[in-house]
């Protein structure tokens, strides 16, 4: 049903003039309010660029323009977009992918604040209370656990992993890095009176294990080449507690950081089994259990408990609680649970939840900004989210959707397609207008949604199987299943059903070779690039150095090479007391991020500046090096060929994360890959590509297994494993296993019943 409303332009719209975010071409759009409008185009044609970089960053630098100079000082800052004019704009609520919180004691039920009208639930109406809400909070010191601060969880020391008992201090049984024998951390404790270092740790009586690992107190004395001095003894657990454990390893390279996890291991708090909170929180109940129990239960479960209480004063309470529980089980996340860690959220579930969070709210004439919200979503529940989206519109408010998803954009009362291709092929408005013209237009997008591929009819036959038994994790029902070799395998399911679960966690704890390509953050530095993460800048920086008969290093605007003014960023950032940042162009390298003289140099008549502003696609047919075209076609074969070589590795989205990821490992044969959603932020157009590929590894000699709930990707698998029949509790089964064409007929698989719908579609179309 189309939502009717006045034409676009005026008042009654947001209006942009001249937009020149990164690869926009002075685009200028008008965007009608109090409606949605959903942006579509390929991955990197600029779609982010308009409403993320231009409208949402000038709405919330304005917005806190209006605050007092002291309330800005706190807040984030922001400059102002590249464009000529941005007007008409609303407050923004932006709700995007980025996780919704890394600290440790964030829950699905503290961020939604629902925890705490169940801690208000228990105050007033369990037994016994002293009626304070603060004592049901893991958070707070009346509530939480002394042992373990309200984390649940205990971190310690794992001293099998750090001594090695069948040796003496003397023969290296300290395994911990920079303990080496005759080293200065080794000398601590075998310099020490009550330790023997010639005696095999085995041998150790209770008092010296005690002096070895928690003793305290005395001087040591130690022997470096400057001469000898002493310190404080303190036992080797003492020691790596205080360096290691309690330490914020945030702060040390990932290097350290796994050198050290190695020897900690993280179990179940022993004094309030993981409830988090003290004896005095957990003696209070209500028809029998705690508040930790009923933060434990699934959310589709928590709703029901609170509609049995009956309870003058209870009751508003509990009737609020409910709804808002209610909420999170309509975006179909009803198999959550209030204790989960928010940090284990995808990132698909979080922004569901940012979603649930402002639905409660009676504010008008805002302006909600969502990211790929279908990301992670069964296409059962694609209408749930768009109940979700209607629901803001119908309130009064702007919904702005960058989306890919065909189930989205048919409830757009305005498109805005973005293109035509990507990088510097795109960056300009192909069309805008209704979902009925847009699937007239001659877009990439309209010809995606004039029609799919059809249900695979010939499929590879295995070669052998990997199988998986018994696996009963999380929510998995003694699972068994086997997985075949050689061949295309999709894992299909509702959201929660037990897919991650199934392939993330037992799979690859079952086979650990196994090459897992997920969406998390590349491990680099600010300054990376692909050309750094693909492994090229080496090389290239070694034929500008043959060719100019100078230093490799002063190739890289991280040596020698860079820009002194700006440090080879290519910008200069001002940070000003109680203003916003002020970038301006550098002028010295002209944004080029290298020094005149270096600019000089070229190869082949190009300065490493021009190298590095290529596009991969460009750069495979510059290079004539055979390891470095092979390489640079390895981006181009996973859909990246308009990246350039010099984009800064942050600014990539997760799916082109992902892809990134993959274009390292493409050319290994025989092995198994495993892709956690790779049509993540790809457009319809793009999906194809990644099937070429995906059916390129396997007839290699691969096996992929892909995690996914793309209807293309899916009816295009030699195999199919299907998990449900719901999420949390109601899943972690299988629920079919076979091909996609005995997918068709499965009579109990949501996925078989929404291909079938599809497929119709399809055939209408």
Request: aromatic fraction near 6%; charge should be negative.
């Amino acid at each position: 049903m189309s939502f009717s409303g006045p034409a676009v332009g005026g008042d009654d719209s947001i209006r942009i003039v001249g937009a020149r975010e990164h690869n926009l071409k002075d685009v200028s759009l008008t965007i009608p309010k109090n409606r949605i409008t959903v942006f579509t185009g390929v991955s990197g044609s600029g779609k982010s660029s308009i409403v993320f970089d231009t409208v949402a960053v000038e709405a919330q630098r304005q917005l806190h323009g209006t605050f007092s100079w002291f309330i800005r000082n706190q807040l984030p800052k922001y400059e102002r977009p590249q464009a000529d004019a941005i007007e008409n704009l609303t407050t923004p609520v932006i709700v995007d992918q980025k996780p919704v919180g890394g600290n440790a004691r964030s829950t699905v039920g503290t961020m939604t604040d629902i925890y705490s009208m169940i801690r208000a639930l228990f105050a007033r109406y369990g037994s016994p209370t002293d009626g304070r809400v603060s004592t049901y909070s893991f958070n707070d010191p009346q509530g939480m656990c002394p042992e373990c601060d309200g984390l649940g969880k205990t971190v310690r020391a794992d001293v099998d992993k750090m001594l090695d008992h069948t040796k003496s201090l003397d023969e290296g049984a300290i395994l911990l890095p920079g303990y080496t024998v005759g080293g200065t951390e080794w000398q601590l404790y075998a310099n020490h009176e009550g330790v023997d270092p010639a005696k095999r740790l085995s041998d150790y009586t209770e008092d010296e294990w005690h002096t070895l690992l928690h003793g305290t107190g005395g001087k040591v004395e130690l022997t470096v080449k400057s001469g000898t001095y002493k310190v404080n003894y303190e036992g080797l657990v003492v020691r790596f507690t205080r360096l290691g454990v309690k330490r914020d390893l945030s702060a040390v390279s990932d290097r350290t950081r796994e050198s050290l996890q190695r020897f900690i291991t993280e179990g179940t708090c022993p004094a309030c089994d993981g409830d988090r909170l003290n004896p005095t929180a957990l003696a209070t109940l209500i028809d029998g259990r705690t508040i930790a129990d009923w933060s434990r239960m699934q959310v589709t479960d928590l709703i029901e408990v609170l509609g049995g209480i009956d309870d003058p004063v209870a009751t508003p309470i509990a009737e609020a609680a409910r709804t808002a529980l209610a909420r999170v089980a309509a975006i179909g996340l009803g198999y959550l649970s209030m204790d989960r860690a928010t940090m284990t959220l995808s990132g698909g579930e979080g922004q569901r939840l940012k979603m649930v969070r402002h639905l409660g709210s009676s504010l008008t004439g805002m302006t909600y900004i969502f990211d790929e919200p279908s990301v992670g979503l069964h296409p059962r529940d694609v209408g749930r989210l768009n109940d979700l989206l209607r629901a803001l519109r119908d309130q009064g408010n702007t919904v702005l959707v960058v989306e890919h998803d065909p189930d989205v954009i048919e409830i757009a009362d305005h498109v805005v397609d973005v293109g035509p291709r990507a990088g510097v092929h795109g960056g300009e408005i192909v069309f805008t207008g209704t979902v009925e013209r847009l699937r007239e237009a001659d877009t990439l997008t309209a010809r995606g949604l004039r029609g799919g591929g059809a249900v695979k009819d010939t499929f590879r036959q295995a070669r052998g199987a990997l199988s998986i038994a018994d696996a009963d994790l999380h929510n998995l029902k003694k699972v068994s299943v086997d997985i075949p070799v050689g061949v295309l395998t999709a894992v299909t399911g509702v959201a929660g059903s037990g897919k991650s679960t199934l392939i993330g966690d037992v799979f690859m704890a079952a086979y650990p070779d196994t090459i897992f390509v997920d969406q998390t953050a590349i491990a680099a530095s600010s300054r990376s690039t692909p050309a750094t993460y693909l492994g090229l800048m080496d090389q290239v920086r070694k034929l500008f150095a043959t060719a100019s008969g100078v230093a490799p290093g002063l190739f890289s605007f991280n040596s020698t090479g860079a820009c002194e003014e700006c440090q080879g960023r290519g910008v200069i950032i001002t940070e000003l007391a109680y203003m916003d940042p002020v970038t301006t162009h550098c002028d010295t390298c002209d944004g080029r991020r290298f020094k005149e003289s270096v600019l000089s140099h070229t190869l082949r008549g190009k300065s490493i500046a021009d190298v590095l502003e290529m596009p991969a696609e460009e750069a495979a047919e510059f290079f004539t090096e055979r390891a470095l075209r092979a390489k640079l076609h390895t981006l181009i074969e996973v859909g990246l060929g308009y990246l350039s070589l010099g984009q800064s590795l942050s600014t990539l989205s997760g799916g082109e994360r992902q892809r990134i990821k993959l274009a390292t490992q493409l050319h290994r044969t025989g092995g198994v890959y495993v892709l956690d959603e790779p049509t993540t932020g790809l457009h319809m157009s793009d999906v194809d590509t990644l099937l070429t590929l995906m059916n390129g590894l396997v007839d290699k000699g691969n096996t992929v297994i892909v995690i996914e709930h793309n209807l293309d990707v899916i009816q295009q698998a030699d195999w199919i494993i299907d998990l449900g029949p719901d999420g949390g509790k109601n899943g972690g089964e299988i629920v079919f296993t076979g091909t996609p064409r005995d997918l068709l007929a499965a009579e109990h698989s949501l996925t078989g019943e929404h291909l079938r719908r599809y497929r119709l579609e399809n055939a209408a179309t």
